[in-house]
């Protein structure tokens, strides 16, 4: 685990557990189990979006996490989403973190990391995880992004427990 690992409001808190709780909305929804949402700095949520991934409805790069980094783009100024945080149950992929550090918000937290995702889904020819923290991704950019997670990663796994395995 991460040694200086920043402590959240109970507010942002609250925020990480909502998107467990929309997770387990996508998998009702028959999608796969990951949601994500950007926050404003008081906590209130501009976006909200779960996994969208299957055709025909979705697509492949309909992930939580660009989507909602891409619906807060679309009504907040640079500025403003520089001050967001995006909430995601699982910690981003390269493509989410690249909508991330494109959309220009200026931090992530995450409950579930990508190494213990990889270890739910193993090769599962719908989710290939990739091996690829986010904070790498991030380190090659030109613009800070911070990251906080992994964190309540039991609460952030349920959701996937035997889901990858059907
Ligand atoms: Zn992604």
């Not at 969208?52 to 980094?69: F, I, K, R, W, Y």
């Not at 967001?84 to 494109?102: I, K």
């Amino acid at each position: 685990m991460t040694a200086e690992q920043p402590k959240l409001s109970a507010r942002e808190l609250e925020l990480l557990r909502e998107t467990i709780r929309l997770s387990e909305e996508s998998k009702a929804r028959g999608r796969h189990p990951f949601a994500a949402l950007v926050a404003d700095e008081q906590g209130n949520i501009v976006s909200q979006a779960g996994n969208n991934s299957m055709p025909p409805e979705g697509d492949p790069t309909q992930h939580a996490e660009l989507v909602a980094a891409a619906l807060a783009a679309r009504t907040l100024s640079p500025e403003a989403l520089a001050h967001c945080t995006l909430y995601t149950s699982a910690e981003p992929c390269c493509m989410c973190a690249g909508a991330v550090y494109w959309t220009g918000i200026g931090r992530v937290v995450y409950a579930l990391s990508e190494h213990t995702l990889l270890g739910l889904t193993g090769d599962h020819p719908e989710n290939p995880t990739f091996s690829l923290p986010c904070r790498e991704v991030f380190a090659r950019g030109q613009r800070r992004v911070e990251v906080v997670g992994p964190l309540i990663e039991d609460e952030a796994a349920a959701p996937h427990r035997g889901f990858w395995q059907s």
